[in-house]
């Protein structure tokens, strides 16, 4: 029972490149988020789905962009890297059990 | 829109000290407030769901509170391993989305 999945852990970036961050979920939710996380200011929302081929835009969305063609993957595409694009990602998929979200382990994206 | 603000930022607690971690929010519907605990290194992991003023839920040395305004989450006599940021989170009436609080960083010496 893998959860929610997240690739690359770490990964560093040029300005100006471009990357995807991977997220899959095996527990057949609808419902997953894209948060970054900077120190000492929570998690902000980037990207949101409802479901396949349904995205929407969350509090922080410029400079990113997703895609949801199937039910399990959720990938999130930054374009052209900017310093400010350093935190740390998390993709979640809401829980029907608790109502709250099931996290992935993160990836650590530094742009230099 | 729906805000969380939690405090304090820091707490360090000698080993067996009790105390409680604050968060106050302002939201619009509630339908759920919620607890995780974060580790360095790793995902939120999820603590709590409170639903409505008054209630209560217990895991091992911690327990959350909920009140109209503000949710506490409270540690008796803590060990080590409980050194970690604790997130609070909620929901309201205007859709599936968490929005979260900037967390409480404790850390419990031996």
């Known amino acids: 029972n893998a959860g929610v999945t997240q690739t690359p852990k770490f990964r560093i970036l040029k300005i100006g490149q471009s990357m995807t961050l991977q997220c899959t979920q095996d527990m057949n939710h609808n419902y997953m988020y894209w948060y970054r996380q900077d120190p000492g200011m929570g998690l902000k929302l980037i990207y949101y789905s409802v479901g396949a081929g349904i995205t929407d835009k969350g509090e922080v969305p410029n400079g990113y962009n997703v895609s949801r063609s199937t039910t399990e993957d959720f990938p999130l595409r930054l374009e052209l890297a900017a310093p400010s694009q350093t935190s740390v990602y998390f993709c979640?998929?809401?829980?029907?059990?608790?109502?709250?979200?099931?996290f992935g382990s993160g990836t650590r994206l530094t742009v230099v | 829109e729906d805000q969380v603000t939690q405090s304090p930022e820091a707490l360090r607690l000698q080993e067996g000290e009790s105390s409680s971690l604050n968060c106050s929010y302002t939201?619009?519907?509630?339908?759920?407030l919620f607890w995780y605990r974060q580790d360095p290194g790793k995902g939120p992991e999820f603590l709590f769901t409170?639903?409505?003023a008054g209630e209560e839920k217990e895991k091992e040395r911690l327990k959350a509170t909920l009140t109209k305004k503000e949710s506490f989450l409270h540690i008796t006599a803590p060990k080590p391993e409980d050194s970690a940021t604790y997130l609070c989170a909620v929901r309201g009436n205007a859709g599936n989305m968490l929005t979260f609080g900037g967390g409480t960083r404790l850390m419990v010496k031996p």
């Open positions: 939201v619009s519907g509630l339908r759920g």
């Open positions: 979640a998929s809401l829980s029907a059990d608790n109502y709250g979200y099931t």
């Open positions: 409170l639903y409505s």
